[in-house]
């Protein structure tokens, strides 16, 4: 049995301590909204918060995670960057198939609380963990700015 | 493919298949609805509360609209677009319009391009539906106005509809669809119905933002692999080594000894670890021993199969086209210019590698999966199961990508998740979760292709032959697609693309060798044979141009005069592009250029003019691409920008670093270190212009592909005098 605090609630996992983190968030506690692309931190599909840095969860095993606070898709809305990247995603229509968004969402929100007004750059850096195989690349850049924008003029997001 | 198209597209209109409304029974497709585990798909529809005037749509007393697809969403924007073309006729409201994916059924739901089967597949989705949705559309509509009409006693022909509501001006009445719903499904289905003239469209051409955006925005879209069911077991397998291996014998204790797992089995495909998560799975297959049996395997490296292929290559193959008397031509020739090109197995390597959950019951059994090929792996599960195939019931959800993988001809992992369900006599649902590698090595790659080509100048300067011989794997040759699309021994799409060149050149032989002592699966991959002919023939055509001292634009457009959709995206590209200004140098010590390329492929016309830098060490780094389109009216003008900008990027994966390549039979590529996609640091900016059209849609998902390598190569060669005839690039031979 090992506690994990997801989301802001505790939870118990029942798995083998080096189960790595993606697999008790998908198949234990059913949060499927992170992705398994390639189980060896090249993918990025599987990007979560520990204690809001971007972490690949599928390389973190859950015994490295006690005392530490774990943000997945399914609870980045409670944060203003969050909806802020989710709204500019919906607005200009990022996603293909889908399946690496939620990863690449996450590690652009973790880009925009450390840096308000990234640049093209700025964004190949932080954004180049995450593959997309339907190549959205154009749109999550133009998404990463246009969050920035909305971030930056206190605009409402929904 | 075009002849192909052009038939079915005849019998449709003539047949006029389309609306199957014979089958317009309120609760049968919502039985067949999926409802559980994955998704929200069937909660919340009452059956006393909907009526469904045909087979493609219901109305809810929430006025929800819900438009059932008979093609997989795989990323390419067919919810979207199909839902677009019935809440056109509709006159629905776009904010209550949304999207699930048919049942496996081939009587309501073929695609009208593939006779009698259900699947998606060659970017046909929109070009076969064109009709049929908007009558579907059509008919719901005029269903509810007369059941408006009837209700209030007036004139069918003095309501009108917008945005989901039947008015009545003059009594200042109005009713919601969800009003109307239960009374409209009382009503008659229209025998026929009138489309809309193209100028009253208001959704067609139009932004409509996709119906998947929000659930891919906030983890809540549900996919093969988040698939939980009631006491479920994830399978994950040990596969052999080589393509035909086979297990001799396995040693399950250490396996079985990982806490958590279930049971271990062996099925035709190998070794099969069951436990209640993956990681557990994973871990028992890990620590299986199994000895294979290889004395079947194929054992070649891709080095031998492009050897064998060289030396096919210099015998004449099967004719796939011949025009003219290309032997005279090339013995009256004053300049032969000449080239060949390998081109590797490509992985398809969606970012959800292949899946498929199964559950076996007394009555038949239920398939969850980005189905793409809904009657193949029907009939195939049917077979394997002994069952009839209407006992095979296929959920069908989002596809985390494809590229065609997902339609693979032989049901290859559908099976072998069957092939688990079965060994474990149904004890339990079986999700198997093919770990990347798993994916990668699987085959059904791209089939590795070598090319050969000659052109023939005469004493003028005039391209007057033209030799193109190919020497690969047949993708069609053994599948249930063969009757369609194998002529006379030749694979129509190993050679599309080389047997359908525009170019007016008098004298033409196209020939190709299918070798079948080539044990690897192929399987079409995102633009099929066009992802080795573009290049070809697009970059050999430069050569030409180059020895002909002529403009590459200046010369295709020669050669196109009877093609005017090909000149007419040309043209557009280059005039977007800036074709013949200079470009901006680079820095000290890096070499620009800029290059064209245009094909035809799904019946859509697309140029690219790709500007690229080369750094001294010869990395080459693609700056800028302008597409121009033609693919008939454009249903969402967005989703046609969204698929051109992502072929540019899937293609330029393939360009820069894309090799699948065999070393005695093992495939050495495993996971995305070494078979990696491009990343938004190498994705060039996307400029899209479309091509204003009356012509019926064609296809979006693949056509972006093809022109984009042989567009970056042409830049290439004009900024470093260099042509790459091997595939990947090898940019080290572009070094200062």
Known sequence: MIQLKINGKAQHVEVAPDTPLLWALRDTLLLTGTKYGCGRALCGACTVHVDGQPMRSCSVPVSALAGRSVTTIEAVAAQRAGRAVQAAWRKLDVPQCGYCQSGQIMSAVALLAQNHKPSDADIDAAMSGNLCRCATYVRIRAAIHEAARNLALGNPTP | MSELINLSRRQFLQGGAGLTLGYALPGVAMAALPEAGPGKAGAGLAADLHFEPNAFLRIDADNSVTVLSKHLEMGQGTYTGLATLVAEELDADWKTVRVIGAPADARRYNNLFWGPAQGTGGSTAMANSWEQMRKAGAAARAMLVAAAAELWGVPASALSVSEGVVRHAASRRQASFGQLAEAAARQPVPADVKLKDPAQFRLIGKKAP?????????????????????????????????????????????????????????????????????????????ALKIEWDESAAFKLGSEEIFARYRELAKKPGLVARQDGDTDAAFKAAALVVSASYDFPFLAHAAMEPMNCVVRLSATGCEVWNGEQLHTGDQYALAGLLKLKPEQVTIHTLYAGGSFGRRACKDSDYVLEAAHIAKAIDGRAPVKLVWLREDDMRAGYYRPLFHHVMQAALDQQGKLTGWRHRLVGQSILIGSPFEKMLVKNGIDQVSVEGASTLPYAIPNLTVDVHTPMDIAVPVLWWRSVGSSHTAYSTETFLDQ??????????????????????????????????????????????????????????????????????????????????????????????????????????????????????????????????TYAPIRINEMPRVDVHILPSAQPPSGIGEPGVPPLAPAVANAVAAATGKWLTRLPFKTDELAA
């Not at chain 2, 396996?255 to 062996?266: I, M």
């Not at chain 2, 995206?569 to 250029?593: F, H, I, M, T, Y």
């Not at chain 2, 500007?611 to 001294?616: H, L, N």
């Open chain 2, 210 to 286: 996709r119906r998947d955006t929000p659930e891919k925005t906030d983890g809540s879209a549900q996919f093969t692999q988040d698939v939980h069911l009631p006491g479920m077991l994830v399978a994950v397998v040990a596969h052999p080594p080589r393509f035909g291996g086979k297990v001799r014998r396995f040693d399950a204790a250490a396996a079985k000894a990982v806490p958590g797992v279930v049971e271990v089995v062996q099925i035709p495909q190998g070794v099969a670890v069951l436990a209640k998560d993956t990681w557990t799975a994973k871990t028992g297959r890990d």
């Open chain 2, 544 to 673: 030409v141009a180059a020895a002909m001292n002529k403009d590459p634009v200046a010369l295709r457009l020669e050669l196109l005069a009877q093609h005017p959709r090909h000149a007419g995206v040309l043209k557009l590209a280059a005039d977007k592009a800036g074709w013949g200004k200079p470009l901006n140098p680079g820095k000290p010590g890096e070499r620009r250029g800029r290059g064209v390329a245009v094909h035809e492929s799904f019946s859509s016309y697309v140029a690219q003019v790709a500007e690229v830098t080369v750094a001294k060490d010869g990395a080459v780094r693609v700056d800028r691409v302008v597409c121009a389109v033609d693919c008939g009216i454009a249903i969402n003008p967005d989703n046609v920008r969204a698929q051109l900008e992502g072929g540019v990027g899937f293609a330029l994966s393939a360009l820069l670093h894309g090799a699948i390549t065999l070393k005695d039979g093992r495939v050495e590529q495993e996971n995305f270190d």
